[in-house]
């Protein structure tokens, strides 16, 4: 899979919204984008995942660019819930069987 | 919603030991998954499962064996427990392996060998 670059950490206000970037200048056109969330002394969860329209869902939105070489995780109103690590992860159609974690970005939630 | 539990959350034993971590789904899944996670090297696959009484390596298997002898249930067995497998083990679920496809995480179990 190829690789993605994440911030290590940002930071944010209550109720603000949050944008988390990820480039993925490598990306080839049958990867995926997938983005998955892990809360302190939780297993990662599930956020959003898109190919090349932007995606809403109940919890975030993904844009993506139009060269598909980045991309935006939204969160419209930030929670202290939503204080977690972000993970950007590329899945092709090689090794689709597992997920390739980075380090992530570090999302801390000001009051 | 997608349910993935872990019989244990943490979890202490003694080098030598046999160790067994249950991992159970209820979505019908034909596919199961652990994953270590370890400070700096992110989640690496141990085994993954696509069907009953199936299983495949994933990147680090050696230390490590599985068992699925039901859809929804997935075995990972330190046959002999060693200090360098003190980690955070991770079980997933997915309904398939394309690369659209959602994984589902459970809680975890945080295991620490003696």
């Known amino acids: 899979d190829a690789k993605t670059t994440q911030p290590n950490s940002m930071e944010s206000n209550e109720e603000e919204p949050v944008h988390l970037p990820c480039n993925h200048s490598t990306i080839s056109g049958t990867d995926y984008i997938h983005w998955y969330r892990q809360l302190p002394s939780q297993g990662p969860e599930y956020v959003i995942h898109?190919?090349?329209s932007n995606v809403n869902n109940r919890m975030a939105s993904l844009a993506i660019a139009e060269d598909r070489k980045s991309s935006t995780l939204i969160l419209h109103r930030a929670t202290l819930r939503d204080a977690a690590v972000y993970y950007c992860i590329l899945r092709g159609i090689q090794g689709a069987q597992k997920l390739v974690f980075g380090q992530g970005t570090r999302l801390t939630i000001n009051p | 919603d997608v349910k993935v539990t872990q019989s244990s959350r943490y979890l202490v034993k003694r080098t030598g030991e046999k160790v067994f971590l249950e991992c159970v789904q209820d979505m019908d899944h034909e596919n199961m998954f652990w994953y270590r996670q370890d400070p700096g090297l992110g989640l690496r696959l141990i085994y993954f499962?696509?069907?009953?009484?199936?299983?495949e390596k994933g990147d680090i298997p050696e230390g490590y064996s599985v068992s699925r002898e039901k859809k929804e249930r997935f075995s990972l067995i330190l046959e002999s427990a060693s200090t360098n497998q003190t980690s955070m083990y991770l079980c997933?679920?997915?309904?398939?392996?394309?690369?659209?496809?959602?994984?589902?995480f459970g809680p975890g179990t945080r295991l620490l060998v003696l």
């Open positions: 898109g190919l090349t």
């Open positions: 499962s696509y069907d009953v009484k199936m299983k």
């Open positions: 997933a679920s997915s309904l398939g392996v394309r690369s659209q496809e959602t994984q589902y």
